[in-house]
Protein backbone atom coordinates (compact mmCIF):
# COMPACT_ATOMS: atom_id res chain seq x y z
CA UNK A 1 0.00 0.00 0.00
CA UNK A 2 1.44 3.62 -1.14
CA UNK A 3 2.14 6.06 1.00
CA UNK A 4 0.29 9.31 1.80
CA UNK A 5 2.32 12.43 1.61
CA UNK A 6 1.17 15.03 4.07
CA UNK A 7 2.24 18.46 4.84
CA UNK A 8 1.15 20.29 8.07
CA UNK A 9 0.20 23.82 7.76
CA UNK A 10 3.22 24.62 9.98
CA UNK A 11 5.05 23.68 7.24
CA UNK A 12 4.38 27.12 5.39
CA UNK A 13 4.16 30.71 5.85
CA UNK A 14 0.53 31.94 5.28
CA UNK A 15 2.43 34.22 2.14
CA UNK A 16 4.19 31.34 1.08
CA UNK A 17 2.23 29.71 -2.65
CA UNK A 18 1.50 26.36 -2.56
CA UNK A 19 -0.42 24.14 -4.93
CA UNK A 20 -3.69 22.29 -4.12
CA UNK A 21 -3.48 19.38 -6.06
CA UNK A 22 -7.69 18.10 -6.29
CA UNK A 23 -10.95 20.08 -5.40
CA UNK A 24 -11.43 20.89 -1.88
CA UNK A 25 -15.29 21.54 -0.79
CA UNK A 26 -15.96 23.31 2.58
CA UNK A 27 -19.79 24.21 3.86
CA UNK A 28 -19.14 27.68 2.50
CA UNK A 29 -16.72 27.53 -0.40
CA UNK A 30 -15.22 25.11 -3.13
CA UNK A 31 -11.83 25.27 -3.75
CA UNK A 32 -10.31 24.56 -7.77
CA UNK A 33 -6.89 23.36 -7.99
CA UNK A 34 -4.48 25.54 -8.79
CA UNK A 35 -2.15 27.58 -6.93
CA UNK A 36 -3.00 30.04 -3.64
CA UNK A 37 -1.74 31.61 -0.72
CA UNK A 38 -1.56 29.01 1.88
CA UNK A 39 -3.23 31.37 4.14
CA UNK A 40 -5.90 31.35 2.02
CA UNK A 41 -6.57 27.50 1.89
CA UNK A 42 -8.75 25.64 5.03
CA UNK A 43 -6.98 23.59 7.53
CA UNK A 44 -8.82 20.56 5.75
CA UNK A 45 -6.57 20.58 3.11
CA UNK A 46 -3.40 20.35 4.44
CA UNK A 47 -5.02 17.72 6.50
CA UNK A 48 -6.07 15.55 3.73
CA UNK A 49 -2.61 15.97 2.05
CA UNK A 50 -4.54 18.39 -0.68
CA UNK A 51 -1.39 20.64 -0.83
CA UNK A 52 2.11 20.88 -2.18
CA UNK A 53 4.95 22.95 -1.99
CA UNK A 54 5.60 24.48 -5.34
CA UNK A 55 9.52 23.73 -6.75
CA UNK A 56 11.84 26.43 -6.61
CA UNK A 57 11.07 29.11 -9.62
CA UNK A 58 14.04 30.17 -11.70
CA UNK A 59 14.29 33.35 -13.84
CA UNK A 60 10.80 35.27 -13.46
CA UNK A 61 8.40 34.19 -11.60
CA UNK A 62 4.92 33.69 -12.43
CA UNK A 63 2.06 36.33 -10.73
CA UNK A 64 0.15 34.18 -8.97
CA UNK A 65 -3.93 35.46 -10.08
CA UNK A 66 -7.25 35.28 -7.47
CA UNK A 67 -8.38 32.30 -7.42
CA UNK A 68 -12.20 32.12 -8.87
CA UNK A 69 -14.93 32.27 -6.52
CA UNK A 70 -16.98 29.59 -5.71
CA UNK A 71 -19.99 29.99 -3.60
CA UNK A 72 -22.06 26.63 -2.55
CA UNK A 73 -25.10 29.07 -2.25
CA UNK A 74 -25.32 29.79 -5.29
Do not use: W
Not at 8 to 36: D, H, I, N, W
Not at 45 to 53: H, R, S
Amino acid sequence: MPLERRLSRAMFLETEVVELRQMCLTPGRMFEPGKYLAGELPDIAFEMGLVDKLPPVRGQSEEIGDPPEHNLNE
